[in-house]
């Protein structure tokens, strides 16, 4: 089963390669969107409560850390959370669980984090984990179809989900094309935890349970165990002002680290094929286009098709037959090359342009320009 998973997984990365011609995990227009989700919360979701300390407001306070981190240390990232004061999202906390990960659908998450601390009878045991949904075994009973998890439990169990369903067949299409992703990350992330001194117990699976706040995602996404709140000295740690900014920082680190790479990985791909032109692209030049070798209008509109962390080339075999009106600008940021279309003098000129511009980059957008630069 192991080699299987590693084979699936070589094959999946290769798939990765196509999608990103296709707008799927690709440097895009758009920009990322993570979102974060203080696990618990309102009066009737407190999660492990040890000494007074909940873990709702653990949860909640080191969410609001990792987004101010990831807002100042790239402010382009798009950052939501699934609750910002202590409140639950449903009475129902079946749907309550539901909720989250269909937020993140909802925003067309890169990302999904649900951020949590543990509990165990055993007060020794100490560590943070990270907990994915899994290829291996009878895991793959991962499913969207709706499923009751059992009272005071965030799971629902394997056995009790319906095979026979279409639903069950569309999840796993979709664990198989998240697992890589989410086996990635929670390794950056155990990396980032041991560099500030933390132990890490590793990436977790659990066979026999669905865990109901990630089973319905399309995008990856994991659940962060930050330690154990029945161990004294991890609890101290946990309930600090230092301990939390640690782990917060350790986290948004860790979600940078991910994004990073996978544009690489995109760009690195895409690269490949351009070193390898076809006969029709060869006769295309590969110089790169600039603005004023379009036009000499200094200000109006232009469609932003893409944003890139590395400079690309701009080419047909890249941006097929719109590389001719195609332009490199240079902003700010970690995607801070811009690649647009053509320049207009109103925005009524380059809406008129825009649907033709979206039938290759749908997620294509007008933007607004002053000499080289956009506004």
């Known amino acids: 089963m192991r080699n299987f998973i590693l084979l699936l997984c070589t094959l999946l990365l290769a ?31 407190p999660g ?13 306070k080191v969410s609001l ?27 129902s906390k079946e749907a309550d669980n539901l909720q989250r990960p269909r937020l993140a659908n909802s925003k067309d998450a890169d990302l999904f984090v649900s951020i949590h601390a543990n509990a165990l009878d055993n007060k020794d045991v100490a560590g943070a984990e990270v ?9 793959q009973g991962h499913t969207q179809k709706r499923t009751t998890a059992r009272d005071n439990e965030d799971f629902t169990y ?35 935890f041991r560099a500030i001194g933390r132990k890490f117990r590793g990436v977790k699976i659990y066979p026999e349970k669905v865990w109901t706040v990630l089973y319905p995602l399309r995008s990856p996404g994991l659940i962060i165990e930050m330690g154990f709140m029945t161990n004294s000295s991890e609890l101290n740690y946990l309930s600090s002002a230092e301990g939390q900014q640690q782990i917060a920082g350790a986290i948004a680190d860790g979600i940078i680290e991910y994004l990073k790479r996978l544009d690489e990985m995109t760009i690195k791909s895409s690269t490949a ?41 701009i080419s047909e075999s890249r941006f097929g037959k719109l590389s001719s009106k195609v332009a490199e600008y240079i902003g700010a940021g970690s995607y801070k090359y811009k690649y647009c279309y053509g320049r207009y003098a109103t925005s009524a000129e380059a809406k008129a342009e825009l649907s033709t511009v979206q039938a290759t980059f749908k997620d294509a957008y007008i933007v607004q320009f002053e000499g080289n630069s956009l506004k």
Request: proline residues 4%; charged residues 20%; negative net charge.
């Open 65 to 91: 850390l990792v987004r101010d981190i990831l807002k100042r240390k790239m402010p382009e990232l798009e950052v939501h959370l699934t609750r910002t004061t202590d409140t639950q999202l449903n009475a």
């Open 48 to 60: 492990a409560v040890v000494g007074g300390i909940m873990e709702k407001d653990l949860n909640l």
């Open 273 to 313: 094929e351009t070193a390898q032109p076809s006969v029709e692209s060869s006769k295309t030049p590969t110089t790169k286009v600039t603005p004023e070798d379009q036009t000499t209008l200094n200000k109006g509109y232009t469609i932003q098709l893409m944003a890139s962390a590395t400079e690309l080339t």
């Open 131 to 139: 907990i994915v949904l899994s290829l291996d075994g009878v895991t």
């Open 15 to 45: 798939t990765v390669s196509t999608n990103a011609r296709q707008g799927q995990f690709v440097a895009s227009a758009e920009p990322r969107v993570v979102v974060i989700d203080p696990g618990h919360g309102g009066s009737s979701r």
């Open 158 to 192: 394997i056995d009790e989900i319906d095979k026979n369903s279409l639903a069950y067949i569309e999840a796993i299409s979709m664990l198989m094309n998240n697992d890589p992703f989410n086996r990635t990350f929670g390794e950056i992330l155990g990396s980032k």
